[in-house]
């Protein structure tokens, strides 16, 4: 969707390096879903931010919504070849139980 | 919960032929939804049911796509007749009737359509 927009396209890191995704929008966002997808395969729920400012962690993967609630951002640390995949940013932007998604960010980690 | 099963996973068809793709939700959950992903244009919504209900299908591409949803446990989307340009990727989500959405959608692991 280009109302959301997520940098980068794509990503290749060393493992046990850290990076970050992000995601943005020009709306007002009143929920904002991670997911993560392997290749051939169904999108994964990692988590969802909904409060100005909030911040959550997942194992090594935290997520944070800025004040505004117009842009979020994904931070691995310490990558590891698991953490490959298509990462996807999906968000409620009419508070009516629709999700539209950003066109992912591909990350591939070397070993 | 066997989660969001959808079938076929793949299936290749020859153009101008009719395609339906199925998919059973989570039980439980009243909302439905059919996704499209393909390198081009992303996951792009084509259309979503409420309580067995289409709600939103301005994302059906054309007149060619069709879905139903005949009870809570089934919904199908058919391509009639199909295209190469419909070959990609659909998924199919489910999830409860909440505002925020908590726990997101709950993703199938998709059918992959190839026209030839």
């Known amino acids: 969707s280009q109302e959301l927009e997520q940098s980068p396209q794509s990503l290749i890191v060393q493992e046990g390096k850290n990076l970050t995704i992000n995601c943005t929008s020009s709306?007002?966002?009143?929920?904002l879903y991670w997911y993560k997808q392997k290749y051939g395969e169904g999108l994964i729920f990692l988590m969802m931010?909904?409060?100005?400012?909030e911040e959550k962690s997942h194992e090594k993967i935290t997520a944070k919504l800025d004040e505004k609630k117009q842009q979020s951002s994904l931070h691995i640390t310490a990558s590891q070849p698991s953490h490959a995949g298509i990462y996807l940013c999906?968000?409620?932007?009419?508070?009516?139980?629709?999700?539209?998604f950003g066109a992912g960010t591909i990350l591939r980690v070397k070993s | 919960d066997a989660g969001v099963i959808q079938s076929p996973r793949h299936e290749v068809t020859e153009m101008g032929q009719e395609v339906t793709l199925r998919c059973k939700p989570i039980?439980?959950?009243?909302?439905l939804f059919w996704y499209r992903q393909t390198m081009m244009r992303g996951l792009e919504l084509l259309i979503y049911?409420?309580?067995?209900?289409?709600?939103?299908d301005s994302g059906m591409p054309e007149d060619r796509f069709s879905a139903k949803m005949p009870n809570a446990s089934f919904s199908t989307l058919k391509i009639q007749p199909s295209e190469p340009r419909d070959s990609a990727v659909y998924f199919c989500?489910?999830?409860?009737?909440?505002?925020?959405?908590?726990?997101?959608?709950?993703f199938g692991s998709g059918t992959r359509l190839t026209v030839v």
């Open positions: 989500a489910s999830s409860w009737d909440r505002l925020p959405l908590m726990n997101g959608y709950t």
């Open positions: 931010l909904q409060k100005g400012g």
């Open positions: 039980s439980g959950h009243n909302s």
């Open positions: 709306k007002t966002l009143y929920g």
């Open positions: 999906g968000a409620d932007m009419e508070y009516g139980n629709k999700l539209v």
């Open positions: 049911f409420n309580n067995n209900v289409p709600i939103d």
